[in-house]
Structures are given as C-alpha cells and as structure tokens.
C-alpha cells in the first residue's frame, strides 16, 4: 500500500539555476536601461514617461520588466492587397508617444495637420482613385503597456511514502 503525503504549508524552492539566470536577464536589462545604446524597439529606448515605473518595478527582487510603451497615437497606412514591392506594404504615417501641446494645436494649419497625420500620402479631394488605388489608414490610441517577469518558484510536494 501506498501513502501520500500532502505538506500543508507550500515549501519556497530557491533554486540558484533559476535565480541566477533570472537575475542575469535583470541585471542586463537594468544595465540596458541605463545606458545611451538602443534598445530592439522601433523607438531604441524606453519612453521617458514611463521610465520612472520601470525603475520602481525593477527594485523588486523578483519582478524584472521586459518591455514598456508609456502609450502612443498612431497612424497606419494597410498594406495594398495587390501590390508589389516596397510601396504596397503597410507602413507607420505617425507614432506619437507625447501628447500635442496647446501650441502645437492652436498654430497648426491644415496643410501641416496632414503632413503630421498623414506624410506623404494623398488624401480626400487630392487623392485620384484611378491612378491610386484606396487603402485603409487606421488612427489608433494605445495606452501605457509593458511587460513584467517575475521569479516565482512555488511548490506544494505531494510525496509518496
């Protein structure tokens, strides 16, 4: 016959495989985030706005963030469904990680707007369907996200006796 014991109370396991890789990754990304090389983002670096977060969540013995956006307004051109080449793939019009200040609002004309907006991309009355075909331009608000790892190492040892 066989017995199982179930401990009641859960046993931490501390293992220093795990805690040293995990402490390695954290140490590079923290090293990373100090220093004026690029990171893999499109941007090469974390949002100012959301670095003081990073700073504060990496304190944390076992929490250690991976990637971080502290939000953004962006425009996006859709690729052209039968199109070649370079103009017919899908591409950003504008990324935007800070809001527009009152300045910049209140002195913009609208030629400028659609250049902010848009680049180099006809639109409304300026753009000829016939020599051009139509393609979907997506305007999207995207709040603050990132990415948290966290050492946890947890076992309930069921054990047989």
Known sequence: MQTVIKFNQPIFVHSVVFMSVFDQRKA??????SSE??????????????LALLELLNTHNDY?????CSGRAVVYLDTEKEGQGDDARGRWLMN???????????????EQLQAIFFG?????PTHNSSSIPSRMISFKFEPLVFGLRVLF?????????
């Open 64 to 68: 250690m963030t991976t990637s971080s």
């Open 120 to 124: 180099d991309i006809r639109t409304g």
């Open 28 to 33: 590079k990304i923290q090293h990373d985030l």
């Open 37 to 50: 090389e690029p990171d893999l983002s499109p941007k090469g670096r974390p949002d100012d706005g959301v």
């Open 153 to 161: 190492l947890y076992i309930d040892l069921a054990c047989s006796v």
């Open 96 to 110: 935007r990680h800070t809001p527009f200040t009152e300045d910049e609002v209140s002195q913009t004309t609208p």
